[in-house]
């Protein structure tokens, strides 16, 4: 399949949109670090959102019918795991889902065990809540970032321990776990009577034949102890639109949720509904040449990388390359990298400051013209 596609190609002029992804750095920077796309969202969406908008009212929305069936469906087809309606949990957003479930399902003191470094919201969650921050180190393992599972079971085994945080596919580090390795996470789970938090919100972004296995997938046990948090946001480029769902299949811990959340997280977007169901009903057209597009990037990257004294350990899924800069013993790398005219993110944010991670959902002409600065700044200081 050819990947030159005009709409992936084409350069976007953000400076003008409010985006914070571009405001953060000088005009002279570009900006690759918060997982916003710069890409333009699918004509389905488009046309969805401009149908709504026409009709000129926006009073308060309910779920409507065809969101459910249109999430059952996408569940469904690319992930066999057939959910009940009942069992939606529809949120404005995933980050504050997370935040609530810390505050939900357990108690001051209490331990959160969570593998990272990691996506910085399933770290703060806890903290901010006065909960005990239980880490667990993501070591490479035959090219893969996956959790030290002797750890782990340690963590897991604090008699304080009440909840697993899990990122799963992890960012950063792109890994995607396999059935047998959710089913180890699954067996400490069970073992010692843990909720299980599960951010999957980069399912839809797999580059490699790889299968996703929504951890509640797994069996009924896992079914019945699980928070699964997932949305189109990431995969669609609509995160501004603020929509995201959780699937609880238990009912005391969905019952807990929602009468913990009445009065404090509103209700979606009246036009994430819409945009939404436009993107699992019409979007996979889009969304099929998005993943062949990012593959490429990911590939063109990685060729990049191998050049120099930098490192970058294969990436599954997301477009978020967790890059290795230990290797030039820097007090800072983050500023080396902002200095060279790259916008990256600091590695000390997710739980290591040799890392800084790289967004390369975007245009492959930039991704070149970043690569290119990185490449002149290592020459330029001696590192090549």
């Not at 469906?73 to 057939?82: E, I």
């Not at 995201?244 to 009468?259: D, G």
């Not at 979007?283 to 050049?307: F, P």
């Not at 990436?315 to 820097?330: C, F, K, N, P, R």
Request: aromatic fraction near 8%.
């Amino acid at each position: 399949m050819d990947v030159s596609f005009s709409v992936f190609d084409t350069l976007i002029d953000r400076s003008n949109m409010s985006s914070d992804k571009w405001s953060k750095y000088p005009e002279s920077v570009i900006p690759m670090w918060i997982a916003d796309m710069d890409f333009d969202s699918p004509d389905c969406i488009k046309k969805s959102l401009n149908q709504r908008v026409n009709e000129g009212v926006y009073g308060y929305t309910h779920t409507p019918k065809a969101l459910v069936k249109a999430i059952k469906s996408h569940l469904s087809t690319r992930y066999d795991w057939d959910v009940s309606g009942a069992h939606l949990v529809h949120l404005p957003g995933l980050v504050c889902a997370l935040h609530l479930s810390v505050h939900v399902f357990s108690n001051e003191g209490d331990g959160i065990v969570v593998p990272g470094p990691v996506y910085y919201h399933l770290t703060k969650a806890p903290l901010a809540s006065g909960r005990d921050l239980l880490n667990v180190d993501i070591v490479i393992q035959n090219g893969r970032w996956v959790p030290d599972m002797t750890q782990f079971e340690v963590a897991c085994a604090n008699p304080k321990s009440k909840m697993i945080l899990l990122c799963n596919p992890h960012n950063p580090g792109g890994t995607v776990y396999t059935k047998e390795e959710l089913l180890s996470i699954h067996a400490l789970a069970e073992k010692y009577d843990l909720v299980v938090v599960s951010d999957e919100i980069h399912c839809d972004l797999i580059l490699d034949d790889l299968p996703h296995v929504p951890f509640a997938s797994l069996n009924d046990d896992a079914a019945n102890r699980t928070i699964t948090l997932m949305a189109p946001s990431k995969t669609f480029n609509i995160a501004g639109l603020g929509y995201a769902f959780a699937v609880i299949e238990n009912a005391k811990l969905r019952q807990a949720f929602n009468q913990e959340r009445a009065g404090l997280i509103p209700s979606p977007n009246m036009l994430s509904l819409a945009a939404t169901i436009a993107a699992y009903e019409e979007g996979q057209e889009w969304h099929k040449e998005l993943l062949v597009y990012l593959k490429s990037n990911r590939d063109l990257l990685a060729k990049r990388i191998a050049a120099t004294p930098l490192k970058m350990v294969h990436l599954e899924a997301t477009y978020l390359a967790w890059i290795d800069v230990s290797a030039l013993s820097l007090d800072n790398p983050y500023q080396f990298f902002v200095d060279a005219g790259v916008g990256v993110s600091d590695g000390k944010d997710f739980g290591n400051p040799n890392y800084v991670r790289l967004n390369f959902g975007c245009p492959k002409s930039i991704l070149d013209q970043a690569m290119t600065r990185i490449e002149e700044a290592l020459i330029k200081h001696k590192f090549m």
